[in-house]
Structures are given as C-alpha cells and as structure tokens.
C-alpha cells in the first residue's frame, strides 16, 4: 500500500544516503574530474548527469569501490535497481567490509521485490558495521513483512526501535508496526491464507442475536478458515478482496450450530500522513441448519500515528441486517467508534482501547437501543529464556456494553436494559514459523430485564492454526 511505499522512499533513501555519506571515504579520487564531477552531479541531484560521470570514471579505474559505489546510488535513484545492483556488488568484491554498499545492495534486491535476497544482505551489513544496525533491521523488517511474515517483521522492527527509541528511524519503526497490528498494513505477496482447528468448551451455550440461552453445558468443533487476494496494489488506491469460514459443531446442542460465509471488499488510500480506508462486508449465518441472518455492512476509517507510541483510527460503521423468518428483528445500524494502540516495552507490547457508540433501529421498535460500547486490552510477550523460541504472548481484555432500548417490551411491560460484561484471557505461542497454538478464554456477565438475556457463560477454546 501506500504507506509502504512512502516509508521506503521517505526513510530508506533519504535517511540511509546521509549514512552512506560518512562511512564511504572520497580521497582516492580528489584527482578525479569524472569522479568529483559525478559526485557534484549526484549531490545535485542530478542523477543521469552523475551515472555519465561516473560511468567514465569506472571506466578509468575499475577497481575504484568509491566510483562503483556512488554510481550504484545514482542509479538506485534513477530506480534503476538491477544496474544499481550490479555497482553494488562490484563495491563489496573490491571492499568486503562496505557496511553501506552491503545495506544498498539489500535495498536494491528489495526495490525489485526479491525480499528472501535483500535480508542476508541487511544481516552482512550489521555484521560489518554496528552503526548501521537501527537502519539494517528497520528494512529487515520491511522485507520480511512484504513477504508475507509478520512475526519476524515485527521481531526486526521491535530491534530497531529498541536501538535508539527516541529517534527519527525508530519513529517510523513504530509507526509501520503499529500499522502491522491494527491489520492496516499490506505484505507485497498478494495473497493470504489461514486456517484452524479448534475444541471449545462452553458451559451455557447461547445465541446473542435471538436472545437465547440454553442454561446447558456443551463441548464444540470449531473450524476456521479465511483466504485475502490484492486485486490492485500501489497507484492512487489498494483493493483487495477476501473471504472468511466459521463453523461450529456442538456434541449435543445442534440447534446452536453456527455457520458463517463473509466476503469482503477493502479500500486503502494514505492521504498526507493519514491512513483512510473502506471495508464493504456481506456475511450469510446459518443456525442449526437453517438459513438465519445475512448482514451488509460498510465501514470507512481514518488512522494517523499522533505520536512515535500512538496510532489511532476513527470510524463509521453501517449495517443492514435481514433476519430470515424473524422480519420484526431486520434493522439498520449506524455506529461511531475511536479506536487507540498505545506501545511500550520498545513496541513489543501494547494497550488498545476504544469507545462506539450504536444506534439500532428495527422493523419493530421492541428491539430499537441506543448502544455504549467500551474495550480495553493488554498484549505483551511472556518472559523467560527457556520458552523465547515460540515467541508465547499472553492478551488480557476487558469489554462492555451498555443497551437502552427505546420502547416497551411485550414480554416484560418495561423498557429493556441490558449490561454486558466481558473479561478475555488470550495465550499464543508458535510451534513452527507457520503453526500456532491459542488458548482463549472469555467470562460473560449479562444483566438484563428480560430473562432470556440475563445469564453468566464461560467459554474455554484450545485451537490450532496454520497460515500460508
């Protein structure tokens, strides 16, 4: 997307050059008109200019690694990236030890898209040159996230902020991955896919939408699965569509079987430094075998990192629902939510809150509510040497909910008041780079006026995933 794009071109040219210009040493070639010609050019920028110049002074000295390395600069700013390449390699066959024409020569294999290539090359320059470490893990970062590996693109992204955290790199570090956990960013792979297989134990079984609850214990088969594929990606604006499975499998409870199909359409745009985006989504419910719900909704956001530590976004969200076989319950809903992360531990853990409020109107105003809705969550490794391999995360979240309903229910004579509480434990550890292992548990407190709505519910879900 174009966030990617503007944190390439803004950071890894601009602030990496000013390295590359102390580390690389200009004496050798003070008798050289191409070469101090080319260099005048390249400080210019003019950068045709300086690849003529440079070009002869190579021709002249081939074993020159300054002219070899200045002429691949000029030519990764022309975006010529497999010329620059070249230059580059020419600068660490004649100068080893080159931290910047190692770092250059990663970028370059990263400008092409070749992400596996660029990243040895990033490690080679750290190796050589510790002052270039900020710099090099940032863009190991960047590519192993354009690969399609999140977890080791925070993990390099969390190293450069954690080297100089009050620094310009480190800002843009933690802005790319507070992007990586809202999910607004986007891997360059153009598509995604996941599944999991899990068991749940859930000790008052309920249907929230309907308003029933089971007052019985059941154990279930949970099966997920979800796929994403970038129809377009760079220009003025990124598409990309998608598709989520749920599906729910009770021993005994069947008629509280769910099955759920959403297929999604999202819209990325980064206006300025402001992130805006459109989420279009259709999900289709079954309820123990029958036809059930089908929902549109469309979503558009805002987000903007108002400081190294914090991203917001700000979002609309309306809904259409259609219930089958329940038309007095078809509604549409408009909501307004603000949505924070807060980072700390130098970005390796972080806090998210955030309030909506809902307005539900329905076919029959029994069911119309004004809603309040308040989250708030802490995401942090676990500590201890012994278990750092499987990169375990421990989540701890707390919801709730407010609803006043707007007229008499039959049932009970009154006006309708729910309250929702909802306290999570979440437990993540991977068992190889593409396996993982969860354990969620949720505690639920509803206080409702109507009977069918006032019930507590445990739910413990052990589950196992996989991602492509």
């Known amino acids: 997307m174009s966030f990617i794009k503007m944190l390439s071109r803004r950071y890894t040219v601009l602030s990496v050059l000013s390295t590359a210009f102390l580390l690389v040493s200009t004496d050798l070639y003070a008798a050289s008109s191409e070469f101090e010609n080319g260099l005048r050019q390249y400080e210019n920028g003019a950068y045709k200019k300086?690849?003529?110049?440079?070009?002869?002074?190579?021709?002249?000295?081939?074993?020159?690694?300054?002219?070899?390395?200045?002429?691949?600069?000029?030519?990764?700013?022309?975006?010529?990236?497999?010329?620059?390449?070249?230059?580059?390699?020419?600068?660490?066959?004649?100068?080893p030890q080159n931290g910047s024409a190692l770092l250059f020569r990663g970028l370059a294999h990263q400008a092409g898209g070749a992400y596996a290539k660029a990243i040895p090359y990033f490690e080679k320059a750290i190796a050589v040159n510790s002052d270039l470490k900020?710099?090099?893990?940032?863009?190991?970062?960047?590519?192993?996230?354009?690969?399609?590996?999140?977890?080791?693109?925070?993990?390099?992204?969390?190293?450069?902020?954690?080297?100089a955290p009050k620094s310009d790199t480190a800002k843009e570090a933690q802005d790319f991955l507070a992007k990586i956990e809202a999910g607004d960013g986007k891997s360059a792979k153009k598509w995604t896919a996941s599944t999991s297989v899990g068991y749940q134990y859930d000790d008052n079984v309920t249907t929230d939408e309907v308003d029933t609850s089971s007052n019985l214990h059941d154990t279930a088969f949970i099966l997920e699965a979800a796929a994403t594929y970038q129809l377009h990606q760079g220009g003025a604006i990124d598409i990309e569509v998608g598709y989520d499975f749920f599906q729910s499998l009770y021993d005994d409870l069947t008629s509280f079987d769910l099955r759920s199909h959403t297929f999604s359409i999202v819209a990325e745009k980064e206006i300025a430094d402001v992130d805006a985006s459109a989420i279009l989504l259709y999900t289709r419910t079954n309820l123990g075998g029958d036809d059930f719900l089908g929902i549109?909704?469309?979503?558009?956001?805002?987000?903007?990192?108002?400081t190294p530590n914090w991203y917001a976004s700000f979002s609309y969200n309306f809904q259409n629902k259609n219930f089958i076989g329940a038309e007095e319950?078809?509604?549409?809903?408009?909501?307004?939510?603000?949505?924070?992360?807060?980072?700390?531990?130098?970005?390796?853990?972080?806090?998210?809150?955030?309030?909506?409020?809902?307005?539900?109107?329905?076919?029959?105003?029994?069911?119309?509510?004004?809603?309040?809705?308040?989250?708030?969550?802490?995401?942090?490794?676990?500590?201890?040497?012994?278990?750092?391999?499987?990169?375990?995360?421990a989540t701890l979240g707390w919801a709730y909910y407010n609803k006043n309903y707007n007229s008499l229910t039959a049932s009970i004579s009154d006006e309708r008041q729910d309250e929702r509480t909802t306290l999570s434990l979440g437990l993540t550890a991977d068992v190889t780079t593409r396996v993982q292992a969860k354990f969620a548990y949720e505690k639920i407190e509803a206080i409702s006026n109507l009977v069918t709505a006032d019930f507590n519910e445990n739910i413990a879900t052990l589950s196992f995933g996989v991602t492509f």
């Open 329 to 393: 319950r078809d509604s549409e809903v408009h909501s307004v939510g603000v949505n924070n992360f807060v980072f700390f531990m130098d970005g390796k853990a972080n806090v998210s809150f955030g309030y909506r409020i809902e307005d539900e109107n329905t076919e029959s105003s029994e069911f119309d509510y004004l809603g309040h809705f308040l989250h708030a969550k802490v995401k942090a490794p676990i500590p201890g040497a012994a278990i750092a391999k499987w990169n375990p995360t």
């Open 50 to 95: 300086a690849v003529s110049a440079l070009q002869g002074a190579v021709s002249r000295e081939p074993k020159s690694a300054d002219a070899n390395f200045y002429l691949g600069l000029s030519l990764y700013k022309l975006q010529r990236y497999t010329a620059a390449g070249s230059a580059f390699d020419q600068t660490i066959a004649l100068d």
């Open 134 to 163: 900020q710099l090099a893990d940032y863009n190991i970062g960047i590519s192993q996230f354009r690969a399609g590996d999140n977890t080791a693109a925070k993990a390099a992204l969390t190293r450069a902020i954690a080297a």
């Open 296 to 306: 549109h909704s469309i979503t558009p956001s805002l987000g903007y990192g108002f």
